[in-house]
């Protein structure tokens, strides 16, 4: 039930239900905690989505995996905490989930583009090269650099994107006026 109310949209009905079930103490399992993480991100509830994190091990005793983390980070960016993002990926990476999901670093990679990291957003680029063929990753560093006028990086990134035969969609819209 929370599965489809997240992927219709209906994230306070996620949340609310989710509620229900530990009050009703029904174990959430780790699918629950996935959507649970995602609709409080979208709900704007940072403190509720990393107390539920919290209590995922120190409750339930389940282990976070990679689409645990890439939840808590988006949740994390969604409420501009870099710093912070930081730590839940340094925490991932140290309990040897590698190096993540591409979308955990797409989500830090897109923070920094709206909160202006450099730094962080080529730290992010370089380990979303897990899909190399992923001309979005490319386009979002390239909007980074040249919001920075870092021309010469932003040049690599293109020269890059050109030897993997890359290219950006060209983007258009479709009117039809009828009378």
């Given at each position: 039930m929370l599965g489809v109310y997240g992927r219709n949209g209906h994230f306070e009905e996620v949340v609310l239900l989710f509620k229900?079930?530990?009050?009703?103490?029904?174990?959430?399992n780790e699918v629950a905690f996935v959507t649970v993480f995602s609709a409080c991100g979208h709900t704007g509830q940072l403190g509720l989505g990393l107390e539920y994190f919290d209590s995922m091990t120190h409750v339930y005793k389940l282990m976070p995996g990679p689409e645990h983390y890439s939840c808590v980070v988006n949740l994390l960016c969604r409420a501009g905490q870099l710093e912070n993002e930081m730590k839940v990926v340094n925490e991932m990476l140290q309990k040897g989930h590698n190096n993540g999901s591409v979308s955990l670093w797409v989500a830090l990679l897109s923070a920094c583009c709206d909160h202006e990291n450099v730094k962080l957003g080529k730290f992010a680029s370089?380990?979303?090269?897990?899909?190399?063929?992923?001309?979005?990753?490319?386009?979002?560093?390239?909007?980074?650099?040249?919001?920075?006028?870092?021309?010469?990086?932003?040049?690599?990134?293109?020269?890059?994107?050109?030897?993997?035969?890359?290219?950006?969609?060209?983007?258009?819209?479709?009117i039809e006026v009828t009378s």
């Amino acid at each position: 039930m929370l599965g489809v109310y997240g992927r219709n949209g209906h994230f306070e009905e996620v949340v609310l239900l989710f509620k229900e079930m530990l009050e009703e103490v029904i174990k959430p399992n780790e699918v629950a905690f996935v959507t649970v993480f995602s609709a409080c991100g979208h709900t704007g509830q940072l403190g509720l989505g990393l107390e539920y994190f919290d209590s995922m091990t120190h409750v339930y005793k389940l282990m976070p995996g990679p689409e645990h983390y890439s939840c808590v980070v988006n949740l994390l960016c969604r409420a501009g905490q870099l710093e912070n993002e930081m730590k839940v990926v340094n925490e991932m990476l140290q309990k040897g989930h590698n190096n993540g999901s591409v979308s955990l670093w797409v989500a830090l990679l897109s923070a920094c583009c709206d909160h202006e990291n450099v730094k962080l957003g080529k730290f992010a680029s370089q380990n979303v090269e897990l899909d190399l063929q992923n001309v979005g990753i490319y386009v979002k560093l390239s909007n980074l650099y040249a919001r920075f006028g870092m021309w010469d990086e932003n040049g690599q990134l293109r020269e890059a994107m050109k030897q993997r035969g890359l290219k950006k969609d060209v983007a258009f819209s479709w009117i039809e006026v009828t009378s």
